[in-house]
């Protein structure tokens, strides 16, 4: 009976640690996507010269279906005003990112303290004619 | 005593599959990041052409303002000059720039040509 308790109490603080393997890798898989993402949002910044509407409401779709957060709390900034062939453009994503500690309950770590956001603020050069006259 | 000394085992093998599983993770997001800045920077340096020579019907690339765009824009996404940058250029009818990253034994290479339009 004592091994039996013992060990039950063993498997439960085991599963905490092999339940954080799998979470990492789940962590991991939600940054590269969030990368990939963005990766193509880049590239239509690239023709249309800026952050639009459009291009940012498609990242944000992608995001959200990659990741699973919400729309609403994925921060996008960077240049908004049309620049041409040539010339610098710069993006900022902040993807927030949560559970990421598997077993958190177990630990004692709330869902506020269980999270992080992942910045992607990079640059990229403008491939833009202005043939659509904006 | 049994059970604590194969747990407490158990959790050290975790504990370094864990850390092995993040230290790969690790490498290949930078060799990912070094991959988009070598891209970004060959995207760059493929647009400075001689504008005088593109007039005549030839693509030349100017490879001072190449070089210099393509380091620019290679560490402005890379965050600090952390690795080596090579900057090769090919010419012919469709000339290209090859940008080539390397940081330890990581290495990133991207080719670009200049697309007129």
């Keep these: 009976m004592k091994d039996l308790i013992t060990s039950a109490a063993c498997i439960a603080i085991l599963l905490a640690f092999v339940l954080q393997f799998t979470q990492s890798q789940v962590t991991y898989n939600h940054i590269t996507s969030a990368d990939q993402s963005v990766n193509t949002f880049k590239e239509v910044v690239k023709q249309d010269g800026c952050i639009t509407a459009q291009n940012e409401a498609a990242l944000r779709g992608d995001i959200a279906a990659a990741t699973g957060c919400r729309q609403e709390k994925i921060r996008i900034s960077g240049t908004r005003k049309p620049v041409m062939r040539g010339e610098r453009i710069h993006y900022r994503v902040t993807v927030p990112i949560e559970g990421v500690i598997g077993a958190s309950g177990f630990w004692g770590i709330s869902s506020a303290e269980n999270r992080f956001s992942y910045v992607i603020d990079r640059y990229t050069t403008s491939e833009y004619l202005g043939s659509d006259g904006r | ?117």
């Design chain 2, 1 to 117: 005593m049994k059970n604590m000394i194969i747990t407490i085992g158990m959790i050290i093998f975790i504990m370094t599959m864990t850390g092995m599983q993040y230290r790969c993770n690790s490498v290949l997001h930078r060799k990912q990041d070094m991959k988009f800045a070598a891209d970004e920077a060959a995207a760059t340096a493929a647009l400075c052409i001689d504008r005088e020579a593109f007039g005549q019907g030839i693509i030349k690339i100017r490879r001072a303002e190449a070089e210099r765009a393509a380091r620019d824009m290679a560490w402005l996404n890379l965050g600090k000059e952390s690795g080596k940058l090579e900057i090769r250029f090919t010419e012919g009818v469709r000339p290209t720039v090859t940008v080539i990253i390397t940081e330890g034994k990581l290495r990133a290479e991207s080719e670009y040509e200049y697309v007129p339009y």
